[in-house]
Structure formats: structure tokens, C-alpha cells
């Protein structure tokens, strides 16, 4: 059903009507009613108002008609009420408890009317521990960093505000991150969650509940539930002892694996780890097992070499992803990696999964038509 400014319309699921006033979007409108007040609602939830023809207008008359009676019927004044009081008078949902996690939040500024207006983004932290994030917005071509912070625990973390007409960006994406704190006797795993919102639940007020961590109503989009997060790492008082037990003993030797000899001609033809996806260490010892004489220089240009001879084989095979294992370090080698990527379209990357390989690796997307600027 398609309305303009000037029709009649009735609501669908409620007593009363009025007149569009203004078109919001193709599926809100702004109905005027008999008390001047402008209700946003969905063209939906409208039937329009025909005029009526010929007799038909007979039915739209206030006929007067007195009815004998035995009984006197007193009419009670009815109250009139503010928007204010109308308002507070309607049912309010039930406030929800949220499970301890990780949440992202969408919050409407005008908490009347749910489906319009602005809204701020947040990143919820229910949990006891400080959450380091760091938050991804996915399109069709790339993956766009939007923010990274470090969340107090029992906290939130404003993001961006957001209009209506940007929903789409916020529709597919990933946040990544840890658990941080200053003692304790478990180490959690880090978390990768990628979240996906159909951009119909944007427009129905049944999806906005009432939080009381945000003291308003919020979209709330679940990441990590704090319960289905392993730990990596337990101390009890029985592995306490056996630490003690074994503090003298040495550890085994570091067993460094030495790499097959590299074809020039196919250098990823190695680093397969399923059709058309290579995983790619380089570390100075995974290239060059012998490194002891060597110097730093000479270390970081045998990584780049070897990073550079990666990159080339895989735009001319039309390889689809490389994951290039970098370590942390001092961030020389990741940054002098990311300055080479951007001399290059028709590509995309980002940090690697936190669960599988720290913050120690970057995730590097081919297209077709992959060449240099």
C-alpha cells in the first residue's frame, strides 16, 4: 500500500486515525491524529480511509435518535490526559537480566517511539573482568576497523551514533578481544564472535527490551555468553604442589622444525592448509633454522623477501586467502608488512583470529583482479 501526505488513514491494531503528515521512509510514516500529537507508525499497521460515494456518505452521519427509557443513565466526565500520562500508563516490559557476556547494544534516542530516530552503539561488558575489544564492520568489499578500547568490567563503551538510513552498515561484522585482570587463578580464552542482524528487527518495538545496565530499552545482540567461555589455563592447589615439586627440573629443549626446501616457481605449494587458503609463518626460524649468525638487518630483509615472494605467487595463482604468521615483537615487521599491502588493490586484510593466533598475524583476502597501484 502506497500513502502520501493528505490520506486518510485508521490504525490496524488500535482505536483512531488521522492524516499522514509526512513520509518518514518507505515504511514509516508520520500520522497526525485528532489531538494534534504526530504518532510514527508503520504503513503496515494502516488501513487508508477511502471517500466515500453516493449513499455511502450516509453511513459517515451523526444521526440523532431518542430512546425511551426506564433507566437514567449518568455518564462519568472522562479524564483527559497528556501525552506524558498516556505514556506512562501503557505496560512496560519486563526489565531484563541479562546472562553475564559480551553484548552489543543499539539504543534508540527517542525512547517512545523505538523505530525512529537515532541510535547510540554500545559494546556491553556483564562480565567481572576487564574486556580488551576491538570492533569490525563487514561490507561486500571490506572489513573497516571501527574501534578498539579496553571495557571496565560491569561497564559499557560508547561507539557511534547512528541514523536510520546507516543501519545496513551495522548489519554484519566481528568484534574480537580478551579477558584481562590482575590475579586470579584461571586464564580465559580470547573471544571472536562474528554477529549478523536482520535489519527488519530495527523496525518492530517488540525487539527493544528494557536493560537495566543501560537504564533504557536497547536492541541487545548477544557475542559471548561468559559461561561458554573456556578457560586455557587452571591453577588448584594440587598443581601448586606439583610446581613446586618440579622447580628445579629443566625444561625440554625448544625443538625448532626445519622448513622443506622452497620452490621458486610455486612458493605457497607448502603452506596449504586447505584448497586455496595458505598459512604462512614468518618467523626467522621457520625461514632460515640456522639464524645464529645473522644479524637483525639481515633477519627482517629474509622475512620480507619471503613475504614479498608469498604475496606475488599468490595474485598471480588467484590464490583466495594467505594468513601471514608475523609474531608481535616490536611491530617493525607487522608495519613494514601492512605498508606493502597498501601498495596494492583489489585486496583486503585484517588482524587474524585472537583465538588461533594472538595478535601475532594478519589475514590477507585476494580478489581477481588483485594488482599493484
Not at 644479524?295 to 619471503?306: L, N
Amino acid at each position: 500500500m502506497k500513502l502520501k501526505v493528505g490520506d486518510k488513514v485508521k490504525f490496524l491494531n488500535q482505536i483512531g486515525g488521522g492524516v499522514v503528515t509526512k513520509i518518514v521512509s518507505s515504511q514509516i510514516v508520520n500520522v497526525t491524529d485528532d489531538t494534534g500529537f504526530d504518532i510514527p507508525t508503520l504503513v503496515k499497521d494502516l488501513i487508508k480511509v477511502e471517500p466515500m460515494q453516493g449513499a455511502g456518505k450516509l453511513f459517515e452521519q451523526d444521526i440523532e435518535v431518542n430512546v425511551p427509557t426506564k433507566q437514567t443513565i449518568q455518564h462519568q466526565d472522562t479524564e483527559s490526559y497528556d501525552e506524558d500520562t498516556i505514556s506512562a500508563l501503557r505496560p512496560i516490559p519486563e526489565m531484563r537480566n541479562i546472562d553475564k557476556g559480551i553484548y552489543l547494544a543499539f539504543v534508540p534516542h527517542e525512547q517512545r517511539w523505538l523505530i525512529t530516530g537515532d541510535m547510540d552503539v554500545y559494546i556491553v561488558n556483564r562480565t567481572p573482568y576487564t574486556f580488551l575489544a576491538s570492533i569490525f564492520l563487514q561490507s561486500e568489499t571490506a572489513f573497516e576497523g571501527i574501534d578498539y578500547s579496553a571495557i571496565a568490567p560491569e561497564s559499557k563503551m560508547y561507539i557511534d551514533t547512528i541514523g536510520r538510513e546507516s543501519i545496513d552498515l551495522w548489519m554484519k561484522g566481528i568484534v574480537q578481544g580478551m579477558f584481562h585482570y590482575d590475579s586470579g587463578k584461571t586464564v580465559l580464552n580470547t573471544v571472536s564472535a562474528d554477529f549478523k542482524v536482520k535489519g527488519s528487527r530495527f523496525y518492530k518495538e517488540e525487539s527493544y527490551v528494557e536493560i537495566g545496565c543501560l537504564s533504557a530499552k536497547a536492541l541487545l545482540i548477544s557475542l559471548a555468553k561468559l559461561s561458554n567461555v573456556n578457560s586455557i589455563a587452571t591453577i588448584d592447589e594440587k598443581s601448586k604442589e606439583t610446581i613446586v615439586d618440579k622447580e628445579d627440573v629443566q625444561q625440554e629443549p625448544i625443538v625448532i622444525r626445519k622448513t622443506k626446501l622452497i620452490n621458486p616457481d610455486n612458493v605457497l605449494e607448502q603452506y596449504f592448509i586447505e584448497p586455496n587458503v595458505a598459512e604462512v609463518d614468518l618467523h626467522i626460524e621457520a625461514l632460515y633454522p640456522d639464524c645464529s649468525d645473522l644479524d637483525d638487518r639481515s633477519k627482517f630483509e629474509i622475512q620480507m623477501d619471503f613475504f614479498r615472494k608469498c604475496l606475488n605467487d599468490a595474485i598471480v595463482n588467484h590464490v583466495q586467502k594467505v594468513i601471514f604468521i608475523h609474531g608481535v615483537g616490536s611491530g617493525i615487521l607487522k608495519n613494514e608488512i601492512i605498508k606493502e599491502l597498501k601498495k596494492y588493490k583489489g585486496l583486503h586484510y585484517f588482524d587474524a583470529s585472537m583465538a588461533k593466533y594472538g595478535v601475532g598475524a594478519t589475514e590477507v583476502y585476494f580478489s581477481q583482479n588483485t594488482k599493484m597501484i
